[in-house]
């Protein structure tokens, strides 16, 4: 009798599954105009035994992005078509050098874009590979740069998430990678 039970049992949590992917909405449904959300970035660097660290709350926006490290220091970076500023302990603002002058504009445009969904814009930058069903339902996208030199650079970026984005891993050279786990809108403050 034992064995009759387990059957249904072992095919209920298979069914289980499926069902779960058909609660995510496809990944281009996706549309933001403004993301609040916190986050958490492990840096994973070839060599080093554990990742660094690191928790804050990332705003962004059509006009920028603020990437604001709350631990293990006060960091403030704000990404706008104008360049980037960061600002350490509360502190005035300071221009950060990075690179050509319009790199900062772009950097704002494919970090909103990839939060809020738009796809479309990422297509100028990336391949975009087509979404791919977790075992948990949640939906994967395999972006790969286009240009040699940001291959060099970053590596391929994975995109998790289901009714939004909540996690991205970036390989880079070398074996480093980063790994941004993202909460709820609703946890952010």
Not at 8 to 28: E, F, N, Q, V, Y
Not at 80 to 99: F, H, M
């Amino acid at each position: 009798m034992s064995r009759l039970f387990l059957l249904p049992a072992l095919m209920a949590i298979s069914l289980a599954g499926p069902a779960g992917a058909a609660t995510c909405p496809a990944p281009d449904t996706l549309r933001e105009d403004a993301v609040e959300r916190r986050f958490t970035q492990e840096r994973h660097i070839e060599g080093m035994s554990k990742p660094l660290r690191s928790d804050g709350v990332l705003r962004a926006d059509e006009e920028r992005i603020v990437w604001h490290m709350t631990s293990p220091f006060d960091v403030e970076t704000v990404i706008t078509a104008d360049g980037i500023t960061e600002s350490v302990d509360g502190g005035t603002p300071q221009p950060v050098n990075a690179g050509p002058a319009n790199m900062g504009a772009g950097i704002a445009r494919s970090a909103a874009a990839l939060m809020r969904g738009q796809w479309d814009e990422l297509r100028t930058l990336f391949n975009v590979s087509s979404p791919a069903v977790l075992e948990s339902g949640d939906w994967e996208i395999l972006l790969t740069p286009l240009q040699d030199r940001m291959k060099s650079a970053i590596g391929t970026i994975r995109v998790q998430g289901c009714t939004e984005v909540v996690r991205v891993e970036i390989g880079g050279a070398g074996g480093d990678r980063q790994v941004i786990d993202f909460s709820s809108a609703d946890d952010a403050s």
